[in-house]
């Protein structure tokens, strides 16, 4: 299932539903704290539209949003760009910075099926950042298949999968026009 705006997707509803309690147990907050809940609800509503306008921007191009993303980056990108190359080659640049490729690198520790894969990340990282691009893609294609393949346990790789199959997560790469319109060129 793929949704159409950030605010469809199971967690933002979930935390809005947990916002509408806050609001009716807020008489309980101690008087220096009763505006947290509109603090928490404009920070809520700031995501989901950062997340729409990203795909609306970027969509057509095959950006996905996730959560390795500076939100203030992000959306400087989008407000400070009004054309649309200028705006992908600061999310370039963004992706492009070697620290942002360490940390993405070290989040693939976390995650097991990821974490026997790091050689081939990081060799997809050195390619990058040496202008070797053909191969940093070939390699992480392959990183990809074989960890949906891994990871959801069924034999069949990402390239196997309908974009159906990709989008059924509770995250912002489930908007419609994230990983379900990326897997048609994969």
């Known amino acids: 299932m793929s949704y159409e705006t950030a605010r469809d997707l199971p967690s933002f509803k979930e935390m809005e539903l947990q916002l509408k309690g806050m609001k009716l147990l807020q008489f309980l907050l101690p ?4 505006g947290v809940t509109k603090e928490i609800e404009s920070k809520l509503n700031e995501l989901a539209q950062l997340i729409d306008d990203f ?10 949003f996730h959560d390795m993303l500076n939100v203030d ?3 400087q990108a989008i407000d400070e760009n009004e ?3 200028d705006a992908e080659l600061r999310l370039i640049a963004m992706h492009a910075d070697p620290d942002f490729l360490r940390r993405v690198v070290m989040k693939c520790n976390g995650i097991p099926a990821l974490r026997k894969r790091i050689p081939l990340v990081e060799k997809a990282r050195d390619d990058y950042l040496a202008g070797r691009y053909y191969s940093a893609v070939l ?6 298949d074989g960890f949906v393949n891994e990871f959801e346990n069924t034999h069949r790789g990402a390239h196997t999968r309908t974009p ?17 319109s990326v897997q048609n060129i994969f």
């Open 31 to 34: 008087a220096d704290q009763k």
């Open 55 to 64: 795909y609306e921007k970027f969509g057509e191009r095959h950006w996905i």
């Open 73 to 75: 980056q992000i959306r």
């Open 83 to 85: 054309n649309l190359d």
């Open 139 to 144: 390699i992480l294609i392959s990183v990809i």
């Open 164 to 180: 159906e199959e990709l989008s059924q997560y509770d995250s912002a790469i489930s908007h419609h026009k994230g990983i379900a």
